[in-house]
């Protein structure tokens, strides 16, 4: 049975199907054949979730869909819907605001609904609070997780530094929000990706101030610059975060001449008196491993200049 016709956006209730002639028995053999899918009490999807994260997003537009208009999707649920990277959320509970500053808060079935916040530098959306609010209230749990929403909103100009604080000031009072208002400051548009936001967040850990960005004018060809990805302040030592598509044959068909470019810009780098520590994910995982690898950049630095 076709029901894509019934629901243009993949999900629908039992009611839906029932107004369609679908019984509860049709229902159930469209869901052992693999037809559809459950998401939430009394809600399905044409599509198969791929990941927690696609139930997630499935499961806030059926959400979406039952409170029709009176709620809109809020922390990871915001995250999700509004497309931006995520680390650290969790997935498990759909999470919604009311948009009448007079309801109450409301838990059940791993579906939380909260009470409205409101500022003038808020501007919430038609499904989904303002990016800076869904930014803060995933900070509520994870300091990285708020990092990396912000930073991208802020990298394509979705926020404001004063649309963060606003948030900040919204959730006075909640659990986590004191943990979530000290990583304001680090808070970053000049990051442009999650891995360089995680980089960022872990070398502050260590103790390391760093500038992002860092332009290098090229001696050997004047005019041009390079940018790495971070400076520890004071020194010649870059850092730089290594995605695995870039540089992964298997997932990149250009990564072989992507290397060979690397090489010739790193040359070039040590040429001009710089140390470079290149670093992925899994390396981020260790921070001992990746302190290991700054200092030994720090002393050869020192050597070079001595």
């Not at 708020?146 to 604080?165: I, N, P, W, Y």
Request: aromatic share 6%; charged share 25%; glycine share 8%.
């Amino acid at each position: 049975m076709n029901l894509r016709h019934l629901v243009p956006s993949g999900v629908f209730s039992t009611a839906t199907a029932r107004a369609n002639g679908i019984s509860g028995a049709l229902l159930r053999s469209l869901v052992a054949a693999g037809s559809c899918h459950p998401l939430h009490r009394g809600w399905y999807s044409l599509e198969r979730p791929t990941s927690d994260r696609h139930r997630h997003l499935l499961r806030v537009t059926a959400l979406l869909e039952e409170y029709d208009g009176q709620v809109m999707a809020s922390h990871g649920s915001a995250v999700a819907l509004l497309g931006l990277p995520d680390e650290e959320v969790d997935w498990g509970t759909v999470h919604l605001m009311w948009r009448s500053p007079d309801a109450q808060f409301r838990a059940f079935s791993r579906v939380h609904i909260h009470e409205l916040i409101e500022h003038p530098l808020l501007r919430h959306g038609t499904t989904a609070v303002d990016p800076a609010l869904a930014a803060l209230q995933v900070g509520l749990r994870s300091q990285l997780a708020m990092l990396v929403v912000a930073d991208h909103c802020l990298h394509r100009g979705l926020t404001t530094v004063q649309a963060l604080r606003a948030a900040a000031g919204g959730l006075s009072g909640q659990r986590g929000v004191t943990r979530a208002r000290a990583a304001l400051p680090w808070c970053d548009g000049r990051h442009e990706s999650p891995g360089e936001t995680l980089t960022a967040l872990t070398l502050r850990r260590l103790g390391y101030a760093v500038t992002p960005q860092h332009h290098i004018e090229r001696v050997e060809h004047p005019g041009r610059h390079y940018v790495a990805d971070f400076v520890i302040d004071g020194t010649n030592v870059l850092v730089e975060f290594d995605g695995k598509t870039k540089y992964d044959p298997d997932s990149n068909p250009d990564a072989a001449r992507a290397n060979f470019k690397e090489k010739l810009r790193e040359d070039e780098l040590r040429r001009l008196g710089y140390r470079v520590v290149r670093l992925t994910r899994a390396d981020l995982a260790r921070p001992a491993l990746v302190r290991a690898r700054v200092e030994a950049a720090l002393r050869d630095s020192r050597l070079d200049a001595g």
